[in-house]
């Protein structure tokens, strides 16, 4: 499976901003996916994933401010950020697995997309 993301861009503190992650190849519904980030200087990290059932996942830090979803016709995974802080400044990235592992290890996603920047003014 291909993934491609978009909609990265510099926005302010407080600012709301949506990316999209669109999967071609395969059979979407097979796929776990997830955005990951991975901020200057720091480790990819988990961000939110929804599973092919649909069960969602977030990390502690953006709970509440952001909100994944995901549309099996369109093969696409949305990742939409409120409240937004200069600490989300990141490269996102989308993810997919169709294994049955653990939804916030990056280690369990074999499937890659190129990476959107987000950046936070404050």
């Known amino acids: 499976v291909q993934l491609q993301a978009s909609g990265g861009g510099l926005v302010q503190a407080g600012d709301s901003l949506r990316i999209s992650c669109a999967a071609s190849g395969g059979t979407f519904t097979n796929f776990d996916m997830a955005w990951f980030r991975r901020a200057p200087g720091k480790e990819r990290e988990f961000v939110a994933g929804v599973m092919r059932y649909l069960r969602k996942l977030y990390a502690e830090d953006v709970k509440g401010r952001f909100t994944i979803s995901r549309d099996n016709d369109k093969k696409t995974v949305d990742l939409q950020m409120n409240s937004l802080k200069p600490e989300d400044t990141a490269v996102y990235f989308c993810?997919?697995?169709?294994?049955?592992?653990?939804?916030?290890?990056?280690?369990?996603?074999?499937?890659w997309g190129q990476g959107t920047q987000v950046t936070v003014s404050s």
């Open positions: 993810a997919a697995s169709s294994l049955v592992l653990g939804l916030r290890t990056s280690d369990n996603y074999p499937y």
